[in-house]
């Protein structure tokens, strides 16, 4: 079956860029049917979507953090990455990755399906 | 974006008993509301899609249903596994947004 596993620095300095990679093991990244998402959660906070990446490298990002996030495919390595880059305390959560459906079959799970274990970053000096 | 307002952020269960979570959308989301549940130091579980429709393994306990823009969860007879966090989202549009999570706790 497929799993998701993120893998990045767990802790970054303020004002740098955090850097985070979700390797997707069990099922091929290139096909069409999924989104890619990285999605996190701040401590004792809710849950925060930042975006997605599909095969084809187009890309979606929250509002709220455009302009400070890219988000990235390599299909070679079954990976896709997550860059976030001015980062203060605020960016502080646990990081995770998530598949999402893109077409829709019957019987067929939608929304986030899979999720990563997550990957604590903290930002601090 | 499309806010999702969950109610209660507390909720106190006696277990054996029925809970019920509510989640309302600001506009309109369709059937398009997935329900969440994350235990503590895990990642959360797709528990509910298509407002309804129970994922793969997801005891018959759990269901979903839909009103207009108001989505409820129901916990028909509360297990100790089932003492955690609910989350629901919309995935009519983008950006994906969460409601703020409730807490189902053994009172």
């Known amino acids: 079956q497929v799993q998701l596993q993120e893998s990045g620095p767990g802790l970054v300095k303020p004002s740098q860029t955090l850097s985070l990679t979700c390797t997707v093991s069990g099922g091929a990244i290139s096909s069409d049917v999924y989104y890619w998402s990285w999605i996190r959660q701040a401590p004792e906070k809710g849950l925060e979507w930042i975006g997605y990446?599909?095969?084809?490298?187009?890309?979606y990002y929250n509002p709220s953090l455009t302009g400070r996030l890219t988000i990235s495919v390599d299909t070679s390595k079954n990976q896709f990455s997550l860059q976030l880059s001015s980062v203060t305390a605020a960016d502080t959560a646990v990081y995770y990755c998530?598949?999402?459906?893109?077409?829709?079959?019957?019987?067929?799970?939608?929304?986030?399906?899979?999720w990563g274990q997550g990957t604590m970053v903290t930002v601090s000096s | 974006e499309i806010v999702m307002t969950q109610s209660p952020g507390t909720l106190s269960v006696s277990p054996g008993e029925r809970a019920t979570l509510s989640c309302r959308a600001s506009?309109?989301?369709?059937?398009?509301l997935a329900w969440y549940q994350q235990r503590p130091g895990q990642a959360p579980r797709l528990l509910i899609y298509?407002?309804?429709t129970r994922a793969t393994g997801v005891p018959a306990r759990f269901s979903g249903s839909r009103s207009g823009t108001e989505f409820t969860l129901t916990i028909s007879s509360l297990q100790s596994e089932d003492f955690a966090v609910y989350y629901c989202?919309?995935?009519?549009?983008?950006?994906?947004?969460f409601g703020q999570g409730t807490k189902v706790e053994i009172k």
């Open positions: 506009q309109s989301v369709s059937s398009d």
């Open positions: 989202q919309q995935y009519n549009n983008w950006p994906r947004t």
């Open positions: 990446a599909y095969y084809s490298g187009h890309t």
């Open positions: 998530a598949r999402e459906r893109k077409y829709r079959l019957p019987g067929a799970p939608e929304s986030f399906d899979i």
């Open positions: 298509g407002a309804s």
